[in-house]
């Protein structure tokens, strides 16, 4: 009898403990906050924010690209800096290779690639070799070394107008390839 009674002692107590811990686990427990929309306008508040900010991606001794920005918010968590009035130069393997200035851009801190956006008018990129790219929308990706994009493209120089839709440029080869409804006007040699 006295067995019986110990053993209804041991299962009070294991369901007194086992209702004290899910007490603990539920009042101590750190929830993560649901996440918000942002009002229209408002800004994710950065980890940090920085004026006349300058990244610049080397490999060894060798610069590969500078990143210049008039600021930039970045944000740790998500590994990424926001940019405002941008400034892009990529170099390929013959040295300066080309230029590109937009009003946005988003920097991965991590994966070293980033997009560059303009609001109203094209981004406009300057090869060294004398060509002129224009397109709203631009991303490299630093692994492969490669820039593209979707949208409408006009590249000009040398007496030639080329338009249509995509691009997917290779650095180290300097190579350009439109890829979509090509056209191509030659300009009069004056």
């Known amino acids: 009898m006295w067995q019986r009674s110990a053993r209804g002692g041991l299962l009070a107590l294991s369901v007194v403990l086992a209702c004290f811990l899910v007490y603990l686990l539920v009042t101590n427990s750190t929830m993560l906050p649901t996440p918000t929309a942002a009002a229209p306008g408002s800004m994710d508040p950065a980890d940090a924010k920085i004026s006349q900010f300058t990244f610049t991606q080397t490999k060894g001794d060798t610069v590969q ?3 210049q920005a008039q600021e930039a918010r970045l944000f740790e968590r998500d590994r990424r800096a926001t940019l405002r009035v ?7 393997k013959q040295g300066k290779d080309l230029t590109v200035t937009g009003d946005e851009g988003i920097l991965n801190t991590e994966t070293k690639d980033f997009v560059l956006a303009n ?4 981004l406009v990129i300057h090869t060294e070799s004398g060509y002129v790219i224009y397109t709203n929308h631009l991303a490299w990706t630093d692994q492969t070394r490669e ?3 979707q949208d ?3 590249i000009v120089g040398h007496g030639l107008e080329v338009t249509g839709r995509g691009l997917l ?3 180290d080869r300097e190579e350009f390839e439109v890829l979509e409804d090509v056209h191509v006007d030659l300009a009069p040699s004056s």
């Open 65 to 67: 690209w500078k990143v």
């Open 86 to 92: 941008v400034a892009v130069t990529l170099f390929g």
């Open 119 to 122: 609001r109203s008018e094209p």
């Open 147 to 149: 820039m593209r994009t």
């Open 152 to 154: 409408p493209v006009r």
């Open 169 to 171: 440029g290779y650095l």
